[in-house]
């Protein structure tokens, strides 16, 4: 029988630490910033231009206000790693502000690109004050808000107001194209594989890789509460969600979002088949062999192109972006060094793009492609630096995600699922860009602009971020375990 003792071998049990208020603030006022970026379209069609750009920059003063007196008081080891910053992705913000210099269209210079500083802002805000735990987390509640928001605001459309609505509820006379309608009220023609829902982004394509984005995460949050052996109820909630997003990204229909998800799932078997191994030839042959089924893949896909497509319900010119592809080259071929100067997105009623191309009725504003839209802006030298931005990011990841965590001598921590997200949301990014230039603007810049940062800054996931004091893996016979340390590195 056990009896207590005026000498016991460990520490009496006490309550884990709370978290100050200021820090749940923080962390719930992050949340707003990410869900405010994943559906800067929603602002936009329910306040209009004016009132999206009075939230950003509310949003932007609010950051500031936050950040600067925090900085301001970090000293010594603590201060801001200034040299670690992104500085391939602030040469780039530089470039398309010098590229007022020689615009075309100036006025469309300076305010698309005063958007981006403010995204970029926002990326290395959440690098800098928050965990990896607490980046992930942050994502996965302003994805469940999109979605759920989604949710709610189709069926309210659908079962009270009965009939599409248009951005900012204008009414018109006559019936618009489609294409025009915020939401077009068809939640329960069908549940499953019924017509295209747009969600409160207003965009098919756009609610597609957002519940995309939420499968990587939310998938990600599930396997770290089944290694820390959550309860049923915590894993039944987490499944219903994954449920939501696998839901809403077939009723979305978008092929970029589908193509998008095999990439992200040929990467994430990559690497899950690269964690299991223990030499570095048996990481050499891994390399080998994937890149040669890559590039077979590769040929393949493009020999059956039509076949797919069509498996798709996409023509040929991919619903019309080879024409838009043509107009832009042709343009874009004109400045091929320094580009025609930056504005991303195309400003649709500057005099420039206002009827250049039109794709049902509406003025396109990008380029459907993130680098042919690039060179169009800044020219070669803006490929280039987003080629290093994203390269930068994918050489980070990807040994943030298949290397073991290491700070000491200890070589046995457990991987943790939440070093994945980085990568697989860079390649499903990456995969988006070739018929979407969302991933050099909004928020897909501020999403690779914060990975770079952080992982420059921690490019190893810390316990208790990792889960890995639950998930460890059991030492080799004869091989003492190491214990953990008492303080966590700082991040």
């Not at 965990?131 to 808000?145: D, N, Q």
């Amino acid at each position: 029988m056990a009896h207590r003792t005026r000498h016991p071998v460990a520490p009496a049990p006490r309550a884990p630490q709370r978290e100050s208020t200021a820090h749940l603030a923080l962390r719930a006022y992050a949340t707003f910033v990410l869900f405010s970026a994943l559906a800067y379209s929603w602002w936009y069609n329910l306040l209009g231009t004016v009132g999206a750009g009075v939230l950003i920059a509310a949003c932007v003063l609010g950051t500031l206000g936050i950040w600067i007196p925090h900085l301001a008081r970090r000293r010594g080891r603590r201060a801001y790693p200034w040299r670690r910053l992104p500085w391939v992705a602030l040469a780039y913000v530089a470039l398309a502000l010098a590229s007022t210099a020689w615009s075309a269209w100036p006025l469309a210079t300076v305010g698309t690109w005063a958007v981006m500083v403010a995204f970029t802002l926002q990326a290395l805000f959440l690098a800098d004050m928050l965990t990896w735990g607490e980046i992930i987390r942050a994502l996965e509640v302003a994805l469940r808000w999109v979605l759920g928001a989604s949710l709610a605001f189709e069926a309210w459309v659908a079962l009270f107001v009965g009939h599409p609505i248009l951005p900012n509820f204008f009414a018109t006379e006559g019936t618009p194209d489609p294409h025009w309608y915020w939401v077009r009220g068809n939640l329960f023609d069908d549940w499953f594989v019924g017509d295209r829902i747009q969600g409160i982004v207003g965009n098919a394509n756009l609610i597609g890789m957002l519940a995309l984005v939420a499968l990587i995460v939310f998938g990600a949050r599930l396997r770290l509460a089944i290694l820390n052996r959550a309860s049923a109820e915590t894993l039944v909630f987490h499944g219903l969600w994954i449920a939501l997003a696998l839901w809403m990204l077939a009723r979305a229909g978008s092929a970029t979002a589908l193509a998008a998800g095999a990439v992200a799932a040929g990467v994430l078997l990559v690497a899950l088949v690269m964690r299991r191994q223990r030499t570095a030839r048996g990481r050499t042959r891994v390399y080998a062999g994937f890149t040669a089924l890559a590039v077979a893949l590769a040929a393949a896909g493009w020999a059956l192109r039509g076949p797919l497509l069509d498996a798709l319900g996409r023509d040929g010119g991919l619903t019309g972006r080879d024409a838009i592809w043509s107009a832009v080259w042709e343009r874009a071929a004109a400045h091929p060094v320094v580009g025609n100067g930056f504005s991303s997105p195309w400003v649709p009623w500057h005099p420039a793009f206002a009827g250049w191309i039109v794709d049902h009725d509406i003025t396109v504003f990008q380029a459907h492609n993130m680098w042919l839209d690039t060179f169009l802006q800044l020219g070669t030298l803006g490929v280039l630096l987003v080629a290093a931005v994203y390269g930068s990011a994918l050489w980070r990841a990807w040994f943030f995600a298949v290397d073991r965590p290491r700070w000491d001598a200890h070589a046995e921590r457990a991987y943790s699922p939440l070093t994945l997200v980085p990568i697989l949301l860079i390649w499903a990014l990456l995969a988006q860009g070739l018929t979407e230039s969302n991933p050099v603007m909004f928020w897909g810049w501020l999403v690779v602009v914060m990975f770079v940062a952080k992982l420059k800054v921690s490019p190893v996931l810390t316990h208790p971020d990792s889960g890995a004091d639950i998930g460890r893996r059991r030492p080799r016979r004869g091989v003492p375990r190491v214990a953990q340390p008492a303080v966590t590195p700082a991040s």
